[in-house]
């Protein structure tokens, strides 16, 4: 199969991917930043830096997504990474499912 | 109630899962080729979002400490400000500094405030300049030269109630302006119109010595500092002086004559395009100064732009000041006479005297009888 890379098709594909890795990080620090913050240890000015900061990250973030015109392609890679995830943690964990392919192997 | 699964894991469930729960790797392997054993990992790792780690003890004084760094250095990065003081403006810039022998330009951070305007060192913790805004009579942005090249630095001189001049500098020089007189305009002061700014002295003059005098000067030179010891020869900023006695070359930055020879003893004088740096591949006109060392001869190098052909003439001027006319041999004895002198009185060692002038004497002579 021919590999066809022209400016456009690398900007989507590649930068879609990085920005859709560094979204998916940042979701997962967000996370992370409300547990801190409910656990009690920051202080109220920590807390404040700390929220600043992710928005400042949120903001960035979004910015670049409109400069470059790859929001769609963001969302579809997301999109595609989510749905790995499910399909395999899906297979991992659904007795439903286990039993189901079972079923069809003719076990 | 029946446990249900909610069918839209996404990556971000995942991780936050992950991290949320912990992971711990313990993992002893030994790659080995032909039943012998070569290579031996022994891998223990544990991932978690902080507040778990916390939870189970982990990196517990280590999250205390960095926190702890932070704040510390978050505190010294802002000059403490008196209550109800907002910082307008932050930029970079310095302050010219002097007292005694100590003369430099100290860097640091600008920060204008409704109510002063401080320099600010942070890695010091250091407030090197303040001005109350009520203080200050007027400002003044001056173009000076830079010690670099020909570039041109904004100098601004800040006059004080006390009629204390201050010379700051920033990045953008104007905008600092401009925003402490907006400042000052918005809390209802006002700065002088036209104010008159006393003059500058930048070279010294106090290496003259006794009965001499600067004949000619100008704006900054170049010397090429001779090599000596491990240092190359390389071209240093500074000022030319020529005084009825001396060629002299004043360091800007070491504050004293580096180069100095008495007039008589300059040879020649000729100028040059040459390469001023491997960097830089313009030419630039360089004045090479010949004269007599040590019963040998040594050349100093200037450059100063375009001011190199002023220095020529000034050169000139006073080396061949008192012979300025055309020198002729003496068709008699042969000895070396200025023109004008041997054709009007005749030879002064020999007493030859030219047929004009011989012609002039008699005549003169038969009038007179």
Not at chain 1, 76 to 88: A, C, E, H, Q
Not at chain 2, 319 to 335: A, F, L, R, S, V
């Amino acid at each position: 199969m021919p590999i066809d890379i022209d400016e456009d098709n690398l900007k989507h594909g590649l930068l879609g991917l990085v920005i859709a890795l560094v979204e998916v990080i940042k979701d997962a620090l967000n996370l992370q930043a409300m547990k801190r913050m409910e656990g009690g240890s920051l202080t109220e000015e920590e807390m404040e830096r700390l929220g600043e900061a992710l928005q400042d990250l949120d903001i960035a973030i979004e910015e670049i997504k409109k400069e470059q015109g790859i929001t769609e392609s963001v969302k579809s890679v997301r999109d595609g990474l989510d749905s790995i995830v499910d399909d395999v943690l899906d297979k991992m964990i659904n007795p439903e499912r286990w039993r189901k392919e079972a079923e069809e192997k003719g076990i | 109630m029946e446990p249900s699964r909610d069918t839209h894991a996404t990556l971000v469930d995942l991780l936050d899962r992950i991290l949320d729960k912990g992971l711990v790797i313990n993992a002893d392997i030994i790659i080995s080729v032909a039943g012998i054993p070569l290579i031996g990992v022994n891998l223990r790792a544990a991932l978690a979002g902080m507040e778990t780690m916390l939870k189970y003890g982990v990196m517990q004084a280590w999250d205390e400490k960095s926190r702890a760094w932070e704040r510390e250095y978050r505190k010294k990065n802002v000059p403490s400000l008196v209550e109800g003081e907002e910082i307008v403006l932050k930029m970079y810039g310095s302050y010219y500094y002097s007292k005694g022998i100590y003369n430099a330009w100290r860097p640091g951070y600008f920060y204008l405030t409704n109510k002063r305007l401080i320099l600010y060192r942070q890695d010091f913790d250091e407030i090197t300049f303040q001005m109350p805004l009520e203080e200050i009579k007027a400002l003044v942005i001056r173009e000076e030269a830079h010690f670099v090249k020909e570039k041109k630095k904004q100098v601004l001189y800040l006059i004080d109630k006390q009629d204390r001049v201050y010379r700051l500098s920033a990045v953008e020089t104007n905008q600092l302006k401009d925003t402490i007189v907006q400042n000052l305009t918005a809390s209802g002061l006002s700065l002088e119109k036209s104010p008159v700014l006393p003059e500058f002295e930048e070279g010294p003059i106090d290496f003259l010595i006794e009965g001499e005098e600067v004949t000619h000067r100008g704006e900054k030179v170049w010397y090429l500092v001779p090599a000596s010891g491990i240092q190359q020869e390389t071209w240093r900023p500074g000022h030319l002086y020529l005084t009825n006695k001396r060629l002299c070359w004043w360091y800007d930055f070491e504050r004293k004559l580096v180069f100095d020879v008495p007039v008589n003893r300059i040879v020649s004088v000729n100028t040059e395009m040459r390469k001023l740096s491997g960097l830089d591949s313009k030419r630039e006109k360089v004045l090479d100064v010949a004269y007599k060392f040590n019963s040998t001869k040594a050349i100093a190098s200037f450059s100063g732009g375009r001011q190199v052909d002023e220095w020529v003439e000034a050169l000139n001027r006073t080396i061949y000041g008192k012979i300025d006319e055309e020198t002729e041999t003496c068709p008699q004895c042969g000895g070396l006479a200025p023109a004008k002198e041997l054709l009007e009185q005749g030879c002064s060692s020999c007493g030859w005297v030219s047929h004009r002038l011989k012609n002039k004497i008699n005549k003169s002579a038969l009038l007179a009888e």
